[in-house]
Nanobody
């Protein structure tokens, strides 16, 4: 099993930047597809970005050009750097890991491992 713990959320002004981190334990993230998802109350969970075991990345159209996903296998950390933040980026952000096919990176139900989330508020 993989345990995931997110950090780095907070309150930021419109146009600001944040770096979210997800520390993994129990297994190496290099084995898995890793993803960042977000959710606001009463709305469906939304895929933000994904990174495959080979390092290939994918982004939701809503964040493309403003967000970068990366991973440090030596430290077992997944990161999400977000720039030019907008109010609509406000959400709880979760990292996820799993043996997910590249074309399924945005399908949250394919990931068996999840963190508890970190809140991002943009105003």
């Amino acid at each position: 099993d993989v345990q995931l713990v997110e950090s780095g959320g907070g309150s930021v002004q419109i146009g600001g930047s944040l770096r979210l981190s997800c520390v993994a334990s129990g297994d190496t993230i290099g084995r898995y597809c890793m993803g960042w998802f977000r959710q606001i109350p009463d709305k469906e969970r939304e895929a933000v970005a994904g990174i495959e075991s080979d390092g290939s990345t994918s982004y939701a159209n809503s964040v493309k050009g403003r967000v970068t996903i990366s991973k440090d296998i030596t430290k077992n950390i997944l990161s999400l750097v977000m720039h030019n933040l907008k109010p609509e980026d406000t959400a709880m952000y979760y990292c996820a890991a799993g043996p997910v096919m590249p074309y399924q990176w945005s399908q949250g139900d394919k990931y068996p491992y999840w963190g508890k989330g970190t809140q991002v508020t943009v105003s």
